[in-house]
């Protein structure tokens, strides 16, 4: 290509001048306008002949402000640059747009959890793009997209080159630079209110510097410590142990532990607790349900009103008040292992009561083949159906007595448990253990409460 047509030749008389683009891909007269218009038109085809145009000529031409544009080539479509893109369930649900009516000031999803093995993020391709064809026919080569590499952080691994799964359960962090992590603990420096929403966590260890305010859940897949108190109207869930200050002013709160659950009081709560329960200070009309231990042995150490139920053995300094309120400690009945023996009794009654009519089909579909000459497919197919029905119930019936029969020598080893009064107890406490209980009618002081030949009996601390 002649230089002279990029840097512009003029057109006869006109006062025009026909130019081509650096790239080829645009061929054009400048410096047209209404009276030189038609003689630049006339004499524009010489100078596309010689200087080789053949792909883009525009019949009629186009005007483009001063600029009568003659042939125009097809620009290249650059590729697009790779990208990850995070797909973790968590992270694309927090990006749904709600209408006003489905939001909830307390929903802000504060945490983008993740399940161990949950896919995280993929790497999205970079394309190479789509090639021009500039005015002479030849082609223009695109951009070619720019490939991207995975930032991996803690807790993240490749389950292909273009797959990224967490490692553990917990919460997907991304960096500011695109690093991808996945921690498994996690601190909110302040309260637990309007400006957190309800927390979940699904990693080993949630902190909560604050108290977690009136109307807010928490719930923790592991263990959870609450620097200050559990508010009323709350709702705290917890896998493992559950250590706060205090649960106060709590009528409607409900507090629920795997593990051991350590607070200096409990006022009015209702506390779950998967293991022990030690209280340093007090216990205010609680309804406490432990599956192990109650130790109530610090500073007060007090427990007045309520009711304490124990599987294991409980410790107290001082049970009731002055004022004689009804106070009830019950050990060695684990609530929970009552709760699940209760549930597989009920559920062998109703497998049976299905054994007893399968096998009354059974008779039926006997004494039908019976008057029957010739064997009935259907009736085979129905009776092989029952029969199978039958086995299913007879496996989940002896799982099931397995397991009662195991409860059974759990709850009944329960009678070794005590109730151990280290200073007082006052007159309307309820001792019990097993299933006898008695109620005590005057102080008592320094008492080990336990079970012997089917009574509560009582001994001095040593």
């Not at 497998?351 to 006997?366: H, N, P, R, V």
């Not at 097993?434 to 009582?458: Q, Y």
Request: proline share 4%; net charge negative; glycine share 10%.
């Amino acid at each position: 290509m002649n230089k002279k047509f990029y840097l512009g030749i003029p057109v006869d008389n006109t006062g025009a001048t026909f130019r081509i683009s650096k790239d080829n891909l645009l061929a054009y007269v400048e410096g047209v306008n209404h009276d030189n218009l038609l003689p630049v038109c006339d004499k524009i085809n010489p100078l596309i002949q010689e200087c080789g145009i053949t792909y883009g000529l525009l019949d009629p031409p186009e005007m483009d402000g001063n600029r009568l544009i003659v042939a125009r080539g097809k620009k290249p479509k650059d590729g697009i640059d790779g990208k990850i893109e995070i797909v973790a369930n968590s992270y694309l649900e927090h990006k749904e747009e709600k209408g006003p009516e489905e939001r909830d000031p307390r929903n802000l999803a504060l945490i983008n959890n993740v399940n161990k093995g949950e896919i995280l993020a993929k790497r999205i391709h970079p394309t190479p793009g789509e090639p021009g064809i500039d005015i002479f026919g030849q082609p223009v080569p695109p951009r070619p997209g720019r490939w991207i590499s995975f930032k991996l952080g803690n807790l993240v691994e490749l389950i292909n080159e273009d797959t990224m799964a967490a490692a553990e359960s917990g919460a997907l962090v991304i960096d500011d630079d695109g690093t991808i992590s996945v921690t498994t603990e996690w601190t909110i420096d302040g309260d637990v209110d309007f400006s957190t929403g309800h927390v979940e966590f699904y990693g080993d260890k949630l902190t909560i510097k604050g108290s977690v305010r009136g109307g807010f859940t928490v719930e923790a897949n592991g263990d959870l410590t609450i620097g200050c108190n559990i508010e009323d109207e709350t709702i705290v869930l917890a896998g493992g142990d559950v250590t706060v200050k205090g649960i106060i002013r709590s009528q409607n709160t409900m507090v629920k532990t795997g593990g051991d659950l350590r607070c200096s009081a409990i006022e009015y709560a209702r506390v779950f607790v998967g293991q022990n329960l030690l209280v340093k200070d007090y216990i205010l009309n609680g309804g406490c349900q432990v599956h192990g231990k109650v130790s109530l042995t610090g500073t007060k150490g007090l427990v007045a009103g309520g009711q304490i139920l124990a599987g294991g053995s409980i410790k107290v300094k001082t049970a009731g008040t002055s004022a004689h309120v009804a106070t009830h400690l019950s050990a060695g009945r684990d609530p929970l292992l009552d709760i699940h023996y209760e549930g597989l009794i009920k559920e062998q009654e109703a497998l049976s009561k299905k054994l007893e009519k399968i096998e009354a089909g059974l008779q039926k579909l006997g004494k039908v083949c019976q008057n029957r000459s010739k064997a009935d497919a259907k009736i085979e197919t129905i009776k092989k159906s029952l029969e199978e029905a039958a086995r299913i119930i007879l496996k989940q019936m002896e799982s099931n007595r397995e397991k009662i029969g195991q409860l059974e020598n759990n709850l009944g080893a329960m009678d070794q448990a005590t109730i151990t009064v280290l200073e007082k107890a006052y007159p309307n406490v309820t001792i019990k253990i097993c299933d006898t209980s008695i109620t005590l009618k005057e102080i008592a002081k320094g008492l080990v409460f336990f079970f012997k030949n089917g009574e509560i009996a009582a001994r001095t601390l040593e």
